[in-house]
């Protein structure tokens, strides 16, 4: 409870998520302090947002200048700066709301009214459901009808967003396909309801209009994260992230118009090489994006986790896993990989193991074929996309079964100062998981096994 003064009546707090509420002396106003009741970490510092607000200002002028990604996407930048402020001064109660209502406006003002009034009156149906008075299993099978009614309702690639719900499909899609999982989840197993401001927070997320490949916020890391620390540190933290994220964008930009040749231009083994390797590096744009995403949620008080951690450099394909794209990882291993493991608990360990890992890759390949469908309007079932889940899913599988075998070893070789003979294998491991990765990327992005086939034979000249 914060300490009241004398002449200040006795303020009543409510509970918070995610943050720590600290007692407070003075009623603040603009002169940085807080508001009655409020937690600690919303404690306003005028001059410390103003070097956020300053950082970001000069980000979206770089952003403006190289002309980033869509204007869209530079819009609601330019949104979240200019909201920015208005968001920092509110009092705390009002900030999970005034966020919605952000989001809301950037939806509007990227995808016009139309398809935005469709995306919300869909999305508040979803979430009726989700949130009915009725046994889960009923919710969830509602929730299924109506995403089974929409999918018979997309149209293919050539007819995409020729009316008005097939617009809102793909959108809704990209909001509700993967997270309304987890939301699920969280419902089957929370001891109370999920407040409905919490809900639409997850859900409309301003940066994902714009970004339909978007990562697979956790529900409850992203509630627990909500003013987990100052919101000066986390708003620095998502600055850095959306700067490493423009660097990313910026790179993908360089590959893509300067080095990258065409598949048909490759004649030989240095032409075969930089194709094989320009064309793995797109993948920049990926992880640029979702490091731009998390960071703009940093600016509104949510902190989250990284998105990749440094995937170039992985030195095994379990490194590899781990590394890139986080929060898919994360969510295979808390509806897949898991549940498996536990199912199995009384096989022997390598068996299970095994089972969990190949589950794994078998429901990535299906959910990669999902999301194709639900953004692109084809399902992504192609003979390259299978090779390339399959062999990745047995070459992560031997990964797994040799580090469970030997783990011992791999702690006293963390702990100890690595000897010249150990950094010249561990980069040789790593330029090995690199090249790999890259001829293995060239096959799933190749439109069909013949060609991706010929594009080696003309590569190694045979």
């Known amino acids: 409870m914060p300490v009241a003064s004398k002449a200040a009546p006795r303020v009543r707090q409510r ?56 204007r869209a996407f530079r819009v609601v930048v330019l949104l979240a700066t200019a909201a920015m402020p208005i968001h920092y001064l509110a009092p705390f109660r009002w900030k999970k709301p005034l966020f ?9 003002l990227t995808l016009g009214p139309a398809v935005s ?38 149209p293919g690639p050539a007819a995409a967003g020729e009316a008005e719900t097939a617009g809102a499909i793909p959108v809704v899609a990209s909001l509700f396909m993967f997270r309304m999982v987890i939301y699920l ?16 927070s997850y859900f409309l997320l301003l940066p994902n209009f714009v970004f339909p490949h978007f990562p697979v916020v956790d529900y409850r890391t992203f509630q627990r994260g909500y003013f987990a620390r100052g919101i000066h540190e986390i708003q620095r933290a998502g600055l850095a992230m959306m700067s490493r994220g423009t660097v990313h964008l910026l790179g993908y930009r360089v590959i893509d118009r300067l080095l990258l040749i065409t598949p048909d231009a490759v004649d030989g083994p240095a032409a075969l090489a930089s194709f094989v390797v320009c064309n793995y590096l797109l993948y920049l744009r990926v992880s640029g994006q979702f490091h731009i995403a998390c960071g ?16 170039l450099l992985a030195s095994s394909f379990t490194d590899y896993w781990r590394r890139i794209n986080i929060y898919w990882k994360d969510f295979m291993i808390r509806v897949v990989f898991n549940p498996v493991v536990f199912r199995l608990k009384r096989w022997p360990q390598p068996l299970a193991l095994a089972a969990a890992t190949a589950s794994v890759f078998v429901a990535t390949w299906l959910l990669h074929a999902y999301q194709s469908f639900w953004l692109r309007g084809a399902w992504g079932f192609g ?22 075998r030997r783990p011992a070893r791999r702690s006293r070789v963390d702990t100890a100062r690595p000897s010249a003979r150990a950094r010249v294998l561990g980069l040789l491991r790593v330029a090995a998981t690199f090249t790999t990765i890259a001829v293995l990327w060239s096959l799933w992005s190749s439109p069909s096994l013949e060609s991706w086939l010929d594009l080696l034979r003309r590569g190694l000249r045979l």
């Not at 009741?37 to 000069?58: D, K």
């Not at 919605?100 to 509007?108: D, E, K, N, P, T």
Request: net charge positive; charged share 15%.
């Open 185 to 200: 989840y969280e419902l089957k197993h929370a001891r109370g309801r999920e407040p409905i401001v919490d809900a639409a």
């Open 15 to 70: 509970p918070v998520r995610g943050v720590i509420a600290r007692p407070v002396g003075a009623r603040p106003g603009r002169s940085g302090r807080l508001y009655a009741g409020e937690p600690e970490n919303c404690r306003r510092q005028p001059r410390e947002f103003a070097a956020i607000l300053v950082g970001l200002a000069i980000l979206l002028a770089v952003l403006d200048t190289y002309r980033v990604e869509t």
């Open 296 to 311: 703009m949620l940093h600016l509104f008080g949510f902190q989250l986790p990284e998105t990749h951690h440094r995937y």
């Open 383 to 404: 003979v390259p996309d299978a090779l390339f889940w399959g062999i990745l899913g047995v070459l992560v599988l031997i990964n797994v079964q040799l580090d469970a």
């Open 100 to 108: 919605v209502a952000i989001s809301i406006v950037g939806l509007f």
């Open 117 to 154: 009034a469709s995306v919300l009156g869909i999305g508040a149906l979803l979430l009726a459901m989700a949130a009915a008075p009725l046994p889960w299993v009923v919710r969830a099978g509602l929730i299924a009808a109506v995403a089974a009614g929409l999918a018979a309702m997309r």
